[in-house]
């Protein structure tokens, strides 16, 4: 942590921070807190800071969001968890972001009593194929073409690959934070929760794919700006 490093991070923590303000959806099942713009700019500094620097931004500026009113911790956990998998992406670390999103898969979905696995599996059916994505050739190929695209296109959509990627991670990681607090804190009844992942099944993947989107219009506008500094400065982007 050198003092360009340090800069770096105060920088992207109090940008996170203010993302943090607006809100975009309604979490289900927690009342007055929302997903907010936070959600698109997490994988967008993974990228840029690398996954420890972007990690320790994102859980800088998140907790710092804590106070804004809509930002929750399931916001946080998911932010962080986005982060990390985009950054580790971005640097060639397939393997790290493969064995996270796995496993906070398997937590997600095996929860005791309340895990999508016991309740409504069919829930997880677009966090499975955000998984085959990650370990198909379909990811290699947008990591190379993130950094070495030849046209404007390629770079988009190895940019949206990566971030659809990295949402979901960050979606399951929230999913999984919402489970333990939903259970046994706040209620016992597990019909409720089913309801729960039934809504959930037809609205994530939608809220995902545009917040991937939106992460890919800032992601990219922000890597042509930066890519000639990076050169001289030794920036991740």
């Given at each position: ?26 979490i ?11 959600a698109v ?6 990228v ?17 969001g ?17 982060a990390?998998?985009?950054g580790?992406l ?23 009593f ?9 829930l ?10 990650l370990?198909?050739?379909v990811?290699?190929?947008?990591i ?26 960050g ?24 309801e729960?992942?039934?809504l959930l099944?037809l ?8 917040i ?5 219009l ?20």
């Amino acid at each position: 942590m050198d003092t360009r490093n340090l800069a770096l991070v105060i920088s992207f923590s109090a940008l996170y921070a203010v993302f943090c303000i607006f809100p975009i959806f309604q979490i289900i099942g927690l009342p007055y807190k929302a997903i907010t713009a936070a959600a698109v700019m997490a994988p967008v500094i993974g990228v840029i800071l690398g996954p420890y620097l972007g990690t320790f931004s994102t859980a800088v500026g998140g907790m710092i969001g804590l106070s804004t009113g809509f930002f929750s911790h399931v916001s946080l956990f998911a932010g962080v968890a986005a982060a990390f998998c985009a950054g580790s992406l971005h640097i060639g670390r397939r393997d790290v972001c493969t064995l996270a999103y796995f496993s906070l898969l398997l937590l997600f979905g095996f929860c005791p009593f309340v895990g999508p696995i016991w309740l409504y599996p069919q829930l997880m059916w677009f966090q499975i194929l955000g998984f085959v994505i990650l370990i198909s050739p379909v990811q290699s190929w947008a990591i190379k073409n993130m950094k070495n695209a030849k046209n404007n296109h390629m770079r988009i959509l190895g940019f949206f690959a990566t971030f659809l990627v990295s949402t979901l991670a960050g979606q399951i990681a929230g999913s999984f934070i919402f489970e333990l607090t939903l259970w046994p804190l706040f209620t016992a009844n597990v019909n409720v929760i089913k309801e729960y992942w039934q809504l959930l099944a037809l609205i994530y993947p939608v809220e995902r794919v545009i917040i991937a989107s939106a992460s890919t219009l800032v992601g990219v506008t922000l890597h042509k700006t930066l890519k000639p500094v990076s050169r001289e400065k030794g920036f991740n982007a």
